[in-house]
């Protein structure tokens, strides 16, 4: 049920943006938005409430306190907080605008329900080193080609390359193998341009290679359980 | 006492020590700070800004890098590897790190010899250099290199055939589009232009071929291309992989305890020395 509710409210944020939409069903999605906070705000309080049963949350002061600083309760409290603040400060636009990207938020609330995002949770969880590895790697790399590539050609395209930040922007478009329209163009800019193509397509695709065999790794240990608790429940016998 | 204030600085210079605690951060930290500036001081608004803070950064860093240079210079002779008063030394010098260290603060000093504007200039560039300096720090590079060194003839080679690819269809591209296109296609290294972006798919757009006979090989290196470019991305994960993998088990084999005198094997390997309460052998 709250499961639908979530799907529902990301839908009418997504859709909300739509101008013709909005305007021609102001009123309906303000009444959805409304009902909808109100019942995240009670699944809120009751989760906060109910909470001291899980012998890990027991205590009824720090326990509810270690329990709402919990990344999932966090994202609950971010999902229901926005509504409040327009509430408290009804004037401030700005504020009003800035945290209707919260709204967001409520698209996470979803892995608390989901089995493959929590999967995918897992395996980041799993390879988490060898990920900050990978990008710490790839930061290295494009710093240092940024830097090679502006002094080549900011000189004959200082407009393309006006500074070091700029080029990285050109870096990441380029490794990524995006490539906009946005190019060395002086002899030598091509030459080291090329190289970086060649080497950096490799690095920025270490991630994906990592979180790929990750999550073979992480399937295979899932279907290894499964097994092993069929051959014991069969051991058993009835 | 001499001696015992070297073999300090000694291990305070080299990372990864219980010594260096505080000092591996600290130039950590001014590495990445001195690699956002050089970043930074591009953007003219920010350098016009703040010109005089830029080059106090840069003075005390250089002042800094300097003096640890000088210390490491000084105290190397106590590896044993480098125990030579002069010889020794000299050998460190030339050691790649060592090599980073002085390009490293060199661009800073050379502007006082030479008065070139321009020079001076490109010698900024070499400033970047210090980012390498982190290699002696960061267990990710050295994964990196780890990773580079086991795959280094599979990498060798993709790079010379995807180099033959290149500069077959480069050759084609110029015959098929020169006369069609004598300003894209003016020379043979610069159609390799071509076929680096098109076969790395990044595709700027900027050369492409106009002709049948262009578009035609264009397609057929095209498709054959892709997936050689896409080799050293494999090999690179598959080594990665593997040094991970090795990694988690050294660690585990750490972890492990001998079971007749229950040290860990990892401390057994290094300086332990052997377990002496094995049982006789049967």
Not at chain 1, 109 to 119: G, V
Not at chain 2, 162 to 170: C, N, P, R, T, Y
């Amino acid at each position: 049920m709250t499961l639908v509710l979530v799907v529902l409210n990301v839908t009418a944020v997504v859709l909300e943006t739509v101008e013709s939409l909005y305007l021609a069903h102001k009123v309906l999605f303000q009444y959805f938005a409304d009902v909808s906070v109100a019942i995240f705000t009670i699944e809120y309080i009751l989760r906060l409430w109910s909470c001291d049963l899980d012998p890990k949350y027991r205590h009824p002061f720090l326990g509810r306190l270690r329990f709402a600083l919990t990344p999932l309760s966090l994202i609950d409290l971010l999902v229901i907080l926005p509504t409040y603040a327009v509430l408290a400060f009804p004037t401030d636009h700005k504020l009003l605008r800035s945290l209707r990207v919260l709204w967001t938020f409520r698209l996470l609330k979803l892995s608390r329900y989901s089995d493959s995002l929590q999967t995918i949770m897992d395996v980041i969880r799993a390879q988490q080193r060898e990920l900050a590895m990978s990008f710490s790697a790839i930061i290295f790399f494009m710093v240092l080609s940024s830097t090679v590539i502006y002094f080549l050609e900011h000189e004959a395209q200082p407009q393309r390359f006006p500074d070091i930040p700029a080029t990285m922007w050109w870096a990441v478009l380029t490794m990524t193998t995006v490539g906009e329209n946005f190019y060395p163009i002086t002899p030598l800019g091509k030459l080291v341009g090329g190289l970086i193509i060649i080497l950096g397509v490799a690095t920025f695709a270490l991630p994906t290679s990592i979180l790929t065999s990750g999550f073979v790794e992480e399937l295979e240990r899932r279907r290894e359980e499964k097994e092993a608790a069929a051959k014991e429940s069969l051991e058993k016998g009835p | 006492m001499k001696q015992d204030l070297k073999t300090r600085i000694y291990g305070v210079l080299e990372p990864g020590d219980e010594d260096s605690k505080y000092f591996d951060p600290f130039i950590m930290g001014l590495i990445v700070l001195n690699v956002a500036a050089v970043v930074l001081e591009t953007v003219q608004s920010i350098y016009s800004a703040y010109a005089p803070l830029f080059y106090a950064f840069d003075v005390f860093s250089v002042a800094v890098f300097t003096v640890e240079y000088i210390l490491r210079v000084w105290s190397c002779t106590v590896n044993p590897r480098f125990k030579d008063p002069v010889r020794g030394r000299l050998q460190f010098l030339v050691t790649p790190l060592a090599l980073v260290d002085i390009i490293a603060v060199l661009p800073f000093y050379l502007p006082i010899f030479f008065l070139d504007l321009r020079f001076m200039r490109a010698m900024r560039l070499f400033r970047l250099f210090r980012v390498l300096k982190l290699a002696r720090y960061s267990e990710a590079l050295q994964t990196f290199v780890d990773v580079l060194r086991l795959k280094k003839e599979e990498i060798l080679l993709m790079f010379f055939a995807i180099m033959i690819l290149l500069v077959v269809s480069s050759s084609l591209m110029y015959e098929a589009e020169n006369a069609a296109q004598p300003e894209a296609f003016s020379s043979i290294p610069v159609a390799m232009w071509w076929g680096i972006v098109t076969l790395a798919t990044v595709g700027y757009g900027d050369v492409y071929p106009i002709t049948l006979w262009g578009k035609l090989i264009g397609s057929i290196v095209v498709i054959l291309g892709i997936g050689l470019f896409a080799l050293p991305t494999g090999v690179l994960a598959s080594g990665f992989a593997e040094v991970l993998a090795k990694r988690k088990e050294d660690r585990k084999m750490q972890k492990l305890r001998c079971p007749h005198c229950g040290r860990y094997i990892g401390d057994l390997a290094s300086s332990a020395g052997p377990c002496d309460e094995r049982p006789e052998e049967k």
